[in-house]
């Protein structure tokens, strides 16, 4: 069941204040598909859809909002609905419902040559496969949507070369994309991305097919760009550690509908279902809870004049200090006291992390 009263509640539910919104978005696939909503049909699961109907659901009436320079992950098993999703959002899928507004600009009921121009100026994406022309060199594969956009050589040679020094690709500007590794290409295309300083950078599933090791370098990389230039990302991604290493908030779907939205903290700490609670269930909770989960009111009696710790402070980076601190650690959100954390509380969380012997037995199937 879509979880959206959880969607009220998250930042830039506005449209005018959201980078994206997204509002009753269906797509479904078969004959006869924009029939389906608006009547008893649209409740079936997927699998009664398709055998009634011979209708598929890949998306079910899906509604969330992202604020400007979040970085929102949308998650989920094969066949979740996740990959159609961010297709829909750029129209490169027609939805069959719901609207999609970019910027204040509605995708979804734009022209051809708007849409065109939205893709050029105000979206970018980066694919698993890497997309580059192999015929050119690094820097004029960066440099390929300001070409496309009609921008002099001089001007987007230099905004890509730019780029290249961003992404750590200063040397390569003359190589070709077979001269260079795989992490080294997909280094290209998120240049290549940013070169058209979109208002919303969208990741499809980027680095799953990258070596465990240089998927860790990417996911780093990623986060390092989001703090030097601040943009709203969206990243589409099976893998969990991936979602809560990268994501403000995280959209877990299922069958193509929301599962749950919220940031990892509150995924971990407050599982909405046994789906989403066998995904986390492997987590350390130490990495992911911060403080505000794990503070309480203080005890008559209770020292109030110890070390002072902001609530969203991860446990895991909290703990030493906790531990070796003779009192109680005050816990504000800003300027307001929210309670106390001691070192019994700390090892409440890591004590927790001992694996059961039937911790997620059988997997998230």
Same mark, same amino acid.
């Given at each position: 069941?879509?979880?959206?009263? !959880?969607?009220?509640?998250?930042? +830039? ?24 909503? +608006?009547?008893?049909?649209?409740? &079936? ?9 011979g209708c598929v659901a890949a998306v079910r009436n899906v509604s969330f909002a992202v604020a400007p320079g979040e970085v929102f992950v949308v998650m989920g098993l094969s066949g979740s609905g996740k990959s159609t ?18 910027? +204040? ?44 956009? $009609? ?30 590794? $795989? ?7 998120? !240049? *290549? ?36 230039? $601040? ?8 893998? &969990? ?71 969203? *402070? ?9 531990l070796h601190s003779e009192l109680p650690v005050r816990v504000f959100d800003g300027e307001e006291f929210l309670g106390i954390v001691d070192d019994e509380d700390i090892l409440r969380v890591v004590v927790a992390e ?9 997997? !998230?199937?």
């Amino acid at each position: 069941m879509s979880t959206h009263t !959880a969607i009220e509640e998250t930042p +830039g539910s506005n449209a005018t204040e959201s980078a994206l919104k997204v509002d009753g978005l269906w797509k479904i696939f078969g004959q006869k598909s924009d029939e389906i909503i +608006g009547t008893p049909a649209e409740h &079936l699961s997927r699998k009664e859809l398709q055998s009634k109907t011979g209708c598929v659901a890949a998306v079910r009436n899906v509604s969330f909002a992202v604020a400007p320079g979040e970085v929102f992950v949308v998650m989920g098993l094969s066949g979740s609905g996740k990959s159609t999703l961010v297709r829909l959002l750029t129209r490169l899928i027609e939805p069959t419902a719901g609207s999609v507004t970019i910027g +204040g600009d509605d995708v979804i009921r734009a022209s051809k040559a708007r849409l065109r121009a939205m893709r050029r100026n105000h979206m970018a994406m980066v694919f698993q496969q890497f997309g580059l022309l192999p015929h050119r060199k690094v820097i004029d594969n960066v440099a390929y949507g300001l070409e496309v956009r $009609g921008e002099g050589k001089s001007q987007r040679r230099a905004r890509a070369q730019d780029m290249v020094d961003l992404v750590g690709l200063t040397g390569y500007e003359n190589s070709f994309p077979d001269q260079l590794s $795989g992490g080294m290409q997909q280094r290209v295309g998120l !240049a *290549r991305a940013l070169a058209v300083d979109p208002q919303v950078l969208l990741f499809d599933e980027p680095f799953s097919a990258l070596d465990p090791l240089i998927r860790r370098d990417m996911q780093n990389e990623v986060r390092r760009l989001h703090e030097e230039v $601040g943009k709203t990302m969206v990243f589409i991604t099976h893998d &969990l550690q991936e979602a809560l290493k990268l994501g403000d908030r995280i959209l877990i779907m299922r069958d193509g509908e929301v599962v749950q939205i919220g940031t990892p903290a509150d995924i971990v700490a407050n599982p909405a279902d046994d789906y989403v609670r066998d995904f986390i269930s492997d987590v350390p909770r130490s990495h992911v809870l911060t403080l505000r989960y794990v503070v309480r009111p203080p005890r008559e009696g209770e020292a109030l004049d110890g070390p002072v710790m902001q609530a969203d *402070r991860i446990v895991r980076e909290a703990a030493r200090q906790v531990l070796h601190s003779e009192l109680p650690v005050r816990v504000f959100d800003g300027e307001e006291f929210l309670g106390i954390v001691d070192d019994e509380d700390i090892l409440r969380v890591v004590v927790a992390e001992e694996p059961s012997p039937a911790s997620h037995q059988g997997g !998230a199937g």
